[in-house]
């Protein structure tokens, strides 16, 4: 993970009550960091580090632009990224994920926070990743609606080419609604 040195935070070696990191994500990060989700972007990344006891509670705000693949054309579609999420540390034995809180071997003392910024950049993308309409890429679409099996059932003779027999069995099964 060296090309992820930077991202390493110091836990042990954390001297005050507080600290402030603030990253650029990039072509280069997103390309590095090798998620399959997207592999281009421009965000700010503010992280704050609060040590309270024995707990390191970081706080993560992000905001910027990832290119991501559009669901309907496969051109890149660029989406505005606004998130803030929270992490919880401890050190302890050996590394762990107990539900809300990450075990860090305390021999170690560091812990590398990359994964956990491509994560949070993924969970803040919408469930659907499509231009708005009429920017999608006019061939691909045009190349779908040919494809499509709605455009298909419009044809005369569909209906034979999408006939499945094992469905003839449910016009025989009858249900006693006394039960």
Not at 134 to 160: F, I, P, Q, V
Request: hydrophobic share 35%; charged share 30%; net charge negative.
């Amino acid at each position: 993970m060296g090309r992820f040195n930077k991202y390493n935070v110091d836990l042990k070696g954390l001297k005050t009550a507080s600290l402030n990191l603030e990253f650029d994500l990039d072509n280069a990060f997103f390309g590095d960091i090798d998620g399959e989700e997207f592999q281009k972007g421009a965000v700010k990344a503010f992280v704050t580090v609060k040590k309270n006891r024995d707990v390191f509670d970081f706080h993560f705000a992000l905001k910027g632009t990832v290119v991501v693949p559009c669901d309907r054309c496969l051109d890149d579609l660029e989406i505005d990224v606004e998130t803030e999420n929270t992490l919880r540390v401890k050190l302890g034995d050996e590394y762990a994920d107990e539900g809300d809180i990450v075990v860090v071997p305390e021999q170690d003392g560091d812990l590398n926070i990359a994964w956990y910024l491509y994560e949070f950049i993924v969970l803040a993308l919408p469930m659907k990743r499509v231009h708005a309409p009429g920017k999608c890429n006019h061939e691909m679409t045009g190349r779908l609606k040919r494809h499509s099996a709605e455009n298909d059932s419009n044809d005369a003779g569909s209906e034979e080419q999408y006939y499945d027999p094992r469905w003839e069995g449910l016009k025989n099964i009858q249900i006693d609604e006394d039960n």
